[in-house]
């Protein structure tokens, strides 16, 4: 299984829940996609980003038709006007 995890900082005009909502739309978007999470910080509780992403493919494959989809490339650009940082991190839980 591969985890897909990414952090975004926005820019202060950003609307984050717009965002979140947004791309939680791509859930169950390509076969092979499971968890799918989108959540902003919570009140009380640490929060390195503004926005992030939790989810998880059953292969790489699974991975690349989701960065491959039109609607998840489309959002892709929507985020990048409206970031000032992106950080992602994957691995691949049968390797650990």
Request: hydrophobic share 45%; with cysteine; net charge negative.
């Amino acid at each position: 299984m591969i985890k897909h995890i990414v952090g975004w900082m926005l820019k202060e005009d950003a609307d984050a829940t717009a965002l979140a909502t947004e791309l939680q739309a791509l859930s169950g978007c390509v076969p092979g996609m499971g968890a799918f999470e989108v959540v902003l910080p919570q009140d009380g509780l640490e929060a390195g980003f503004d926005m992030l992403l939790y989810s998880e493919f059953d292969d790489q494959d699974a991975l690349q038709a989701y960065i491959d989809y039109p609607p998840h490339k489309e959002f892709g650009k929507k985020i990048s006007a409206a970031r000032t940082e992106r950080r992602a991190f994957d691995f691949d839980t049968d390797a650990l």
